[in-house]
């Protein structure tokens, strides 16, 4: 994740984001969001708060670890199971 040209007014903002090839279409993480601040931490309760009824049962969101860019980005990334794209997966 990098922020570039931050102060400048003309930001790039670039993400690389894995995508993993997985067996069984079940075990794959098909949806990802953020909860990002600059210069201040990102409020990371609130955003697990929004995304919980997105989860299939029994799950749960899964977070990096917090990535800060050199112009004061601070973001976390969340994934999960989709409930609405992966209910014929049961429980």
Same mark, same amino acid.
């Given at each position: 994740m990098t922020t570039k040209g931050m102060g400048t007014g003309n930001v790039v903002y670039t993400i690389?984001?894995?995508?993993?090839?997985?067996?069984?279409?079940?075990?794959?993480?098909?949806?990802?969001?953020?909860?990002?601040?600059?210069?201040?931490?990102? $409020? =990371? $309760?609130?955003?697990?708060?929004? =995304?919980?009824?997105? =989860?299939m049962n029994a799950e749960k969101l899964e977070i990096s670890n917090l990535k800060i860019t050199p112009e004061g980005l601070q973001e976390y990334w969340v994934q999960w199971r989709n409930e609405d794209v992966q209910s014929d997966c049961g429980e």
């Open positions: 690389f984001i894995p995508f993993e090839r997985v067996e069984n279409k079940c075990s794959s993480y098909t949806s990802f969001d953020h909860s990002d601040g600059w210069n201040h931490t990102p $409020e =990371l $309760e609130e955003r697990k708060k929004q =995304l919980e009824d997105e =989860l």
